[in-house]
């Protein structure tokens, strides 16, 4: 038995991709364009291991697809390969257009020629699950309920369009063509490997080289943060259990202000890495330009994924976060590594034009 797994030397398939081999026997061809955010370093342990195999390649290379699923002949595809962030999105959406949108509409159509094929019983126990994001439901006011599976989709970025045309793609190919598909909608994942372009891994990394921490705008808007190991035993849960044409919400119920998580980050690094002149790293917050259109606030309900599957968080916010202060003072080589001539042009492009 084998999946096929897309984007796994990213952030949060990289996470599920070592997860899974920890605790099963069953082999992973991992699809991976390795573009700036994808990184064969953080699956270094896993070479010699037989059961991995890390393909560079494209989700929208049709004939590269279709010979990795004639060749593995996979159970289940789960498809993490997107690009992921917003900011980059909003100085250049071409590529987001490309992978999320077109490279998804390859991916299911060379998925749709290999399902076809198989035989029935195989045929009945494939499953092509999609990962994507709560941001796909546009931007709640304070007082609104969280994110159900039944909102309306408006997105407002052009990376949730992208991924909001995406999750469509997949919904039709199952109503149209009977595509066994499930897909995942989360909020903003937090852990070890997380590219040090979004918050959480950047205000770590740039509080201890002792530079700016650059909160947009007012820092009062509001995400739902989710500890990636705990996402990642969500899209198994789904993968094993869930309903074929279904969608579920995954999120951990830890809603906070951007302001407030910045300073959780400083005082967990002010207790394990003191500064020598006494100083907390808050010192370091700098109010900067907000980002165009950014949303308000995201939050999911994730009561359907808990009461159906019997699904639940492992961490809470405060050991989650602090599991994952203590990786990045763990693993100062990672972060080196990633901090190349490219993520320092990208840091540069995003925060020079950013008045303070
Ligand atoms: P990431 O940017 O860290 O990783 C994306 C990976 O996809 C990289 O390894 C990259 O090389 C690869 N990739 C990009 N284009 C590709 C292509 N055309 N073909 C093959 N591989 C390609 O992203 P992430 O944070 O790990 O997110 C994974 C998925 O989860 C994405 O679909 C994202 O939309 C979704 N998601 C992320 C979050 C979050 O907080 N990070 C929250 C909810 C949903
Ligand atoms: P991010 O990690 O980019 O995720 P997303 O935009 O997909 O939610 O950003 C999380 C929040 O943090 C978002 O409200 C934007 C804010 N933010 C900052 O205030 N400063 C920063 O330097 C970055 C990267 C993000």
């Given amino acids: 038995m084998t999946l096929l797994v897309t984007g796994g030397a990213g952030f ?53 697809v279709g010979r990795l699923l004639a060749e593995h002949r996979p159970r289940a595809v789960v498809n993490f390969a997107a690009e992921s962030h917003v900011d980059r999105s909003i100085h250049g959406p071409g590529a987001f257009i490309e992978t ?42 304070r007082g609104d309920p969280a994110f159900a599976e039944t909102n309306r989709y408006e997105p407002n970025s052009p990376y949730s369009a992208s991924k909001a045309a995406s999750d469509h793609l997949v919904r039709a190919w199952h109503h149209t063509y009977g595509l066994p598909v499930l897909t995942t909608n989360c909020s903003n994942n937090y852990g070890p490997y997380h590219f040090p372009e ?9 509080a201890l080289a002792g530079k700016p921490l650059p909160v947009y705008g007012d820092g009062m808007q ?48 002010d207790e394990l890495r003191p500064k020598a002149d006494g100083s907390s790293y808050a010192n370091q917050i700098t109010h900067v330009t907000d980002r165009p259109g950014h949303d308000r606030r995201y939050a999911i309900d994730a009561r359907k994924l808990e009461a159906e599957l019997g699904w639940k968080p492992a961490e809470t916010f405060e050991t989650g976060i602090r599991k ?25 492009q995003n925060y020079a034009e950013r008045a303070t």
Wanted: hydrophobic share 45%; glycine share 6%.
């Fill in 100 to 141: 999320n949108i077109v490279g998804t509409f390859r991916l299911l159509e060379a998925v749709r020629a290999y399902w076809t094929d198989l035989p029935e019983a195989e045929q009945t126990a494939f499953r092509f699950l999609h990962v994507s994001t709560d941001e796909v439901y546009g931007s709640l006011t």
């Fill in 198 to 206: 979004k918050l959480i891994p950047l205000m770590i990394v740039n």
């Fill in 12 to 64: 949060i398939g990289a996470n599920f991709v070592l997860d899974w081999l920890d605790a099963r026997p069953e082999a992973i061809i991992n699809l991976d364009k390795l573009t700036y955010a994808g990184n064969p370093e953080t699956l270094a342990r896993l070479q010699g291991d037989a059961r991995h195999q890390l393909v560079p390649g494209d989700i929208g290379d049709s004939a590269l």
């Fill in 324 to 348: 994952t202060v203590e990786w990045y003072l763990a693993n100062p080589d990672w972060v080196a590594h990633v901090q190349s001539g490219a993520y320092r042009d990208w840091v540069s």
């Fill in 222 to 269: 509001i995400r739902d943060w989710l500890y990636v190991k705990d996402h990642c035993s969500a899209i198994r849960r789904v993968l094993e259990a869930g309903r074929l044409g279904e969608t579920y919400n995954v999120g951990g119920w830890n809603e906070k202000p951007n302001i407030e998580i910045v300073h959780t980050i400083c005082q967990l690094l």
